[in-house]
T-cell receptor
């Protein structure tokens, strides 16, 4: 069945460095991916999305890369700041006609001042 | 523009009781989805409503139910609470039906933290 996973459960980076959070998916038919950020005590917050007809999309300090060949996507955060500390999830609609977003387990990003 | 509003923010109940959670979507959004979040299982889909109709339901027992009103506001109900129902219940809204065809982005509220004792 569909699964969306992340390679690392935790990631610690120095403030000012770049962060890379990875995600693997299993369904080659998945064609839309979303990255969410969840801070403590809050719901997931939309960061950026990408469709399968693209391999890269940039936002403000964030870039998502999609490699359909190996079914892998990554979220890159430039010049990581303390406010970036949170749990990051990738998500995709699983299966044809699916109504539900399938979320990965999440990577906890800690920024060291 | 106000975001998704969920009430109450915290709830403490005992086993066997029932609970009703409320969600007000972003203005103009007509679809509301509910998710359960636990440390062990992560985020799991409960159900989605669009135009007052439940369009799909996740793999949860019949004790979990919901409804949507004509103003798009939604409620979910859990009857005969069990200890394992302790979780953060998240509501998300989107402009249109959220599915693989539409690829709608979901916007989440801060959730209701339910503790069952």
């Amino acid at each position: 069945g569909e699964s969306v996973g992340l390679h690392l459960p935790t990631l610690s980076v120095q403030e000012g460095d770049n962060s890379i959070i990875n995600c693997a998916y299993s369904n080659s038919a998945s064609d839309y991916f979303i990255w969410y950020k969840q801070e403590s005590g809050k719901g997931p917050q939309f960061i950026i999305d990408i469709r399968s007809n693209m391999d890269k999309r940039q936002g403000q300090r964030v870039t998502v890369l999609l490699n359909k060949t190996v079914k892998h996507l990554s979220l890159q955060i430039a010049a990581t700041q303390p406010g970036d500390s949170a749990v990051y999830f990738c998500a995709t609609y699983s299966g044809a006609g699916s109504y539900q977003l399938t979320f990965g387990k999440g990577t906890k990003l800690s920024v060291i001042p | 523009k106000a975001g998704v509003t969920q009430t109450p923010r915290y709830l403490i109940k005992t086993r066997g009781q029932q609970v009703t959670l409320s969600c007000s979507p972003i203005s103009g959004h007509r679809s509301v989805s509910w998710y359960q979040q636990t440390p062990g299982q992560g985020l799991q889909f409960l159900f989605e409503y669009f135009s007052e109709t439940q369009r799909n339901k996740g793999n949860f027992p019949g004790r979990f139910s919901g409804r949507q009103f004509s103003n798009s506001r939604s409620e979910m109900n859990v009857s005969t609470l069990e200890l394992g129902d302790s979780a953060l219940y998240l509501c998300a809204s989107s402009l249109g039906p959220a599915n693989r065809g539409t690829n709608e982005k979901l916007f989440f509220g801060s959730g209701t933290q339910l503790s069952v004792l």
